[in-house]
């Protein structure tokens, strides 16, 4: 683990910065997320692993309310999310989404994208919203691509371009669904090493990823889930060289197989 | 299997070669488009046919054979079209009975249109901040314009006429239609019961009824449930009709270009914390409109035309003209097409023109190739 050790580790004095309780959550009659428990520290990392349909999604849209729960509570950063739309607000504020399929809008140019919510949501002037997304466009090391519009880009340098523009919001939390699924092989180094990057940073990241040498590089915790539980977790040497579960044991070997 | 060896390579890469005469240029044009197969030869030959038999005839009475000059019918005693009325004629034409000493006002208004459309479509306009306000304040501009009142002389609705009067009504019905249309189109996939409802009860009702219609019952049975005191001038119901009616196809339009924005585009919205209508108006709609842009302009085009309705509340526009000039004691028996070319010339124009504009408006957003 190099420059993640460097900085110092998560936690602390202070709470919790996501706080999970007996979270239940269903789809119509069907039960996608049963009784999950979570605390996570600032400057925590995350990776969640789980089979296809075992609710990882789910649970980290609950994070910034994309879902609704109906048993439980989530707290983040302080804010209960309820049906209270200020605390909503509040919440997708400081929290950061990157999606599997980048969710880029392609009507406007690379740097509008960056400058779109901190204009209209932060009400930043233009010329310091232009000045951060050149900022973290140089951070994800495609400044030079600012003024085309997403269509132009290849996948690897898309989803850079949707963690500049989750960035430039300056969260305080950074959820990753999936976000080398989409990718040819040949560019998800360049988004991993975007990732590690911000890591090194001390984000709070929780990612949803099977890139395994992501996770040993970078997390502190691995969790595992199955039909919609949190099955096993820990840090990523044990829970890769020695996980408990059968269920964990029988999903490692299918994705480690390969 | 074939007997030859499985390793092969080569020594000399290729040089690259002219293309072949026959799929370049003109003649490669005219082979991939008009002869490239036999229904293709067989369809370019009957059009050329057609052309030929149809176009001179049609250029001998319009041009060659026509009459030009004189004051009445009796002077038209050529073979081809008679446009000796035009002179006389062709500001009723325009302007239908507005009163002549106020030309100017209409006049005026239909070029102060232009930087008030010109404000809202381009963005990058010098005084493009006082340039917004102005597009705002058109309207208010052209009614008092048109209308009169505060000093100028009052013209009544009912002088209006003349393609001034489709114009008139086409653009206020496009401009009023389309944010109606935007809001029933929002309202018809919101989360709201009520809001839903409604929208969808009012999409329907107007869709499933003939324009023509509607108008009878706004002009004819609406007063008499109306108490005396209100009346509404017959030209605005009528234009607010036709504005309804627009707006319900405009909807359905819309909602076709809401439903091709994937839900990935509303979530990354939510996710940076961006409001509905911020998301509506920065993200969902920008596309959405785009894609519809063929739609939104057939419902334009639609509308335009259908302001020829206003026949029905004794307005003469410029079909209206066409009708009574055919009719006159003086062109009686003389002239009938003619007229109706004209008008047909007149709403060709600005219909291809919104056409033209739209293609060329597709071509500029398209963000995949630039
Ligand atoms: N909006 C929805 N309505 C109904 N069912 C849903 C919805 N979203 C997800 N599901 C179901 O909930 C379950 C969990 O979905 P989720 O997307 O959280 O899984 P996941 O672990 O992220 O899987 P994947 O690896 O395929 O992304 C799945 O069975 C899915 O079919
Ligand atoms: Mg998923």
């Keep these: ?258 | 299997m074939t007997g030859q060896p499985f390793h092969r390579s080569r020594a000399e890469m290729l040089q690259e070669r002219p293309a072949p005469i026959t799929s370049v240029g003109v003649i490669g044009w005219m082979r991939a488009n008009l002869f490239s197969t036999w229904l293709n030869v067989a369809l370019t030959l009957s059009a050329l046919a057609l052309l030929a038999l149809t176009v001179p005839p049609l250029i001998d009475w319009t041009f060659l054979d026509a009459t030009f000059a004189g004051s009445a019918g009796k002077d038209c005693t050529g073979e081809g079209a008679c446009w000796a009325w035009l002179d006389q004629r062709i500001h009723q034409f325009v302007y239908g009975f507005y009163p002549a000493e106020a030309y100017w006002r209409a006049n005026l208004a239909v070029v102060l249109l232009v930087p008030a459309v010109g404000y809202l479509l381009f963005a990058n306009l010098p005084y493009a901040r006082y340039g917004r306000w102005f597009s705002l304040a058109y309207p208010v501009i052209a009614a008092f314009l048109l209308v009169g009142g505060l000093g100028l002389d009052v013209v009544r609705t009912d002088q209006f006429g003349g393609f001034v009067l489709n114009l008139v009504a086409g653009i206020t019905g496009i401009v009023l239609s389309l944010p109606i249309g935007i809001l029933l189109a929002l309202g018809r996939r919101s989360r709201m019961p009520i809001v839903r409802t409604f929208s969808v009860a009012f999409i329907e009702f107007i869709r499933g009824v003939p324009l023509i219609t509607l108008l009878f019952v706004a002009i004819i049975l609406l007063p008499i449930f109306l108490p005396r005191e209100v009346s509404l001038d017959q030209l605005v119901r009528v234009m607010v009709i036709i504005t309804l009616f627009a707006s319900a196809y405009m909807a359905e339009v819309i909602r076709g270009g809401l439903q091709a924005i994937p839900q990935g585009q509303y979530e990354a919205g939510q996710a940076m914390g961006l409001g509905y209508w911020q998301s509506m108006r920065l993200i969902v709609l920008p596309q959405a409109l785009k894609i519809s842009i063929p739609g939104i302009v057939n419902t334009f085009i639609g509308l335009f035309k259908d302001t020829t309705l206003v026949i029905i509340i004794g307005l003469f526009d410029i079909l209206g003209q066409a009708r009574l000039l055919q009719t006159n004691q003086d062109w009686l028996g003389k002239v009938d097409y003619e007229t109706f070319l004209l008008a047909a010339l007149f709403f060709f124009v600005i219909c291809f023109g919104m056409s033209r504009y739209s293609i060329n408006l597709e071509k500029r957003l398209d963000t995949t190739r630039r």
């Design chain 1, 1 to 258: 683990m190099p420059e993640a050790e460097a900085e110092a580790g998560p936690g602390g004095a202070e709470d919790p910065i996501i706080q999970i309780v007996g979270l239940n959550k269903w789809f119509g009659a069907f039960h996608v997320l049963r009784d999950i428990d979570l605390m996570v520290e600032a400057r925590e990392r995350i990776v969640i692993c789980g089979p296809s349909g075992s609710g990882k999604s789910t649970l980290i849209r609950c994070i910034n309310r994309l879902e609704e729960h109906q048993e439980g509570r989530v707290v983040v950063d302080g804010t209960e999310l309820t049906h209270n739309l200020k605390n909503i607000d509040v919440i997708r504020r400081e929290v950061g989404m990157v999606f599997q399929q980048f969710n880029l809008f392609p009507h406007l140019t690379v740097l509008e994208n960056c400058t779109l919510a901190p204009i209209w949501v932060r009400k930043m002037p233009k010329a310091e919203a232009a000045d951060i997304a050149m900022e973290y466009l140089t951070r994800v090391k495609i400044p030079e691509q600012a003024d085309k519009y997403p269509g132009q880009l290849s996948g690897g340098q898309q989803q850079r371009v949707a963690i500049a523009r989750s960035l430039c919001m300056r969260p305080k939390i950074m959820l990753f669904d999936e976000p080398t699924s989409a990718l040819d092989p040949e560019m998800i180094k360049e988004v991993l090493d975007v990732m590690v990057d911000l890591a090194g940073t001390g984000m709070t990241m929780l990612v949803v990823t099977h890139e395994m040498g992501f996770a040993r590089q970078v997390a502190h915790r691995v969790i595992f889930m199955d039909e919609g539980q949190i099955v096993e977790q820990n840090e990523p040497e044990t829970f890769f060289n020695d996980p408990r579960s059968d269920r964990t044991k029988l999903f490692l070997s299918q994705i480690l197989s390969h």
